[in-house]
């Protein structure tokens, strides 16, 4: 039971550039999240999706856009990568009201 | 807003010390209160939780108490161990804000042995 998948685990982009970060999940849940992790900030919401074929925008929105492909997947996609998106994104899936289920994280570098 | 103000690490200890760390939120409504773990390399696990003042969360010798009246939620163990070197991230959520979580900052303990 892998839970909540990520991948890449490490991606190095130059400015400009553009990349999907994918997730998946194998728990059934209507659910996920991704975050963002950068140091001193805790972990801010990008987007949701409440269930599949619903996408919502969380905290820190800007630079980013999401697909829900299905109930397992959900994919966060930066169009034009920018030195401020440099951080680690989370995955991550609910069972009930903030239980939250985490991948083990993208680390992203943007030069 | 609603928000979590966790106290400043690093924390650093050494084995069978007492940890407390504190945790305090603001919030319009009755919130449900995390305790999240990250260990080095991982993501985020749910340590433990409380939905209602006055509740205790317990886990892996972990506590924490749900003061409504303090508006507070600290961490506490009463005697760590070099595997509870971690970041720990207090957190809350709403359901008028959907459920989403809220996190603090985060605070980083190193168990010495």
């Known amino acids: 039971n892998a839970g909540v998948t990520q991948t890449p685990k490490f991606q190095v982009l130059k400015t400009g550039q553009s990349m999907t970060l994918q997730c998946a999940q194998d728990?059934?849940?209507?659910?996920m999240y991704w975050y963002r992790q950068d140091p001193g900030m805790g972990l801010r919401l990008i987007y949701y999706?409440?269930?599949?074929?619903?996408?919502d925008k969380g905290e820190v929105p800007n630079g980013y856009n999401v697909s829900r492909l299905n109930k397992r997947e959900f994919s966060l996609r930066l169009e034009s990568a920018a030195p401020s998106q440099t951080s680690v994104y989370f995955c991550?899936?609910?069972?009930?009201?903030?239980?939250?289920?985490f991948g083990e994280g993208s680390r992203l570098t943007v030069l | 807003g609603d928000s979590v103000t966790q106290m400043e690490g690093p924390v650093t200890l050494s084995e069978e010390a007492f940890l407390t760390i504190n945790c305090t939120y603001t919030?319009?409504?009755?919130?449900?209160l995390f305790w999240y773990v990250q260990y080095p390399g991982e993501g985020l696990q749910l340590l433990l939780k409380?939905?209602?003042?006055?509740d205790k969360g317990s886990n892996k010798g972990f506590e924490a108490t749900y003061r409504k009246e303090t508006t507070s939620f600290h961490l506490e163990k009463g005697s760590v161990q070099v595997s509870d070197s971690a970041v720990y991230f207090c957190?809350?959520?709403?359901?008028?804000?959907?459920?989403?979580?809220?996190f603090g900052a985060g605070t980083t303990v190193t168990v010495r042995a």
């Open positions: 991550a899936t609910n069972r009930v009201a903030g239980e939250l289920f």
């Open positions: 409380a939905t209602k003042a006055d």
């Open positions: 957190a809350l959520s709403l359901r008028s804000n959907d459920y989403k979580l809220s």
């Open positions: 919030a319009t409504g009755y919130p449900s």
């Open positions: 728990m059934n849940h209507n659910s």
């Open positions: 999706s409440a269930s599949e074929g619903t996408t």
